[in-house]
């Protein structure tokens, strides 16, 4: 079946800090991937995509790179602000079951000044 | 932009009332999707559907029916709401596969439900 891990939070880090937050998949085809992102009291923005292997998203200083041998779709970012402070989802899109979302339990961000 | 609205950002509401939330697209999406967020289990999706009267029950279907009589509105109702059904609730829409540029999600800002 499809699912979707990525790291446990919360994660706390320094202004301008490097971020990574892992996520690994499990798919029965050929999925495209996503991060989103949720800001308090909001509802879920996409941040960025990859649709096939070695594709590389990217938005806002963001990347994650779409590695089919590793099955993962890593988010990084080199220096992170308070702005970024935000829930960071991970999820995929099983085109087998008509565009249905698997989405990983999220992470928990805080950037401190 | 594409832009996501849902009838209420807060909502209280009693043991066993009947209890309506709406939500609306404006770019045409065929593909609409209610999900519900808790704490330590991300999204979980309860009904999507892809056309206008037509359903299908995601993970958590139970406690909960949809009705889509228009292709731009996507309503979720809770028949007799429970504590257990307290939540946030996220309605989402996208393109369906091979139509459009992309097969993104686009979410409401989302609802938040308290069912005392």
């Known amino acids: 079946g499809n699912s979707v891990t990525q790291m446990e939070g919360p994660v706390t880090l320094s202004e301008e800090a490097f971020l990574t937050i892992n996520c690994t998949y499990t798919a029965t085809g050929y999925p495209s991937l996503f991060w989103y992102v949720q800001y308090p009291g909001e509802g879920l923005q996409l941040l960025l995509k990859a649709t096939k292997a070695d594709d590389k998203g990217s938005n806002k200083g963001f990347e994650a790179t779409y590695r089919k041998e590793t099955t993962s779709f890593h988010l990084e970012k080199g220096s992170v602000q308070v702005s970024d402070s935000a829930v960071y989802f991970c999820a995929l899109s099983d085109r087998g079951t008509g565009n249905q979302f698997y989405f990983g339990t999220g992470t928990s961000l805080t950037v401190i000044p | 932009d594409v832009k996501v609205t849902q009838s209420s950002r807060y909502l209280v509401k009693r043991t066993g009332e009947k209890v309506f939330l709406e939500c609306v697209q404006d770019m045409d999406h065929e593909n609409m999707f209610w999900y519900r967020q808790d704490p330590g289990l991300g999204l979980r999706l309860i009904y999507f559907s892809y056309d206008v009267k037509m359903k299908e029950k995601g993970d958590i279907p139970e406690g909960y029916s949809v009705s889509r009589e228009k292709k731009e509105r996507f309503s979720l109702i809770l028949e007799s709401a429970s504590t257990n059904q307290t939540s946030m609730y996220l309605c989402?829409?996208?393109?369906?596969?091979?139509?459009?540029?992309?097969?993104?999600?686009?979410f409401g800002p989302g609802t938040r439900l308290t069912v005392l």
């Open positions: 989402a829409s996208s393109f369906p596969l091979g139509g459009g540029s992309t097969d993104t999600q686009y």
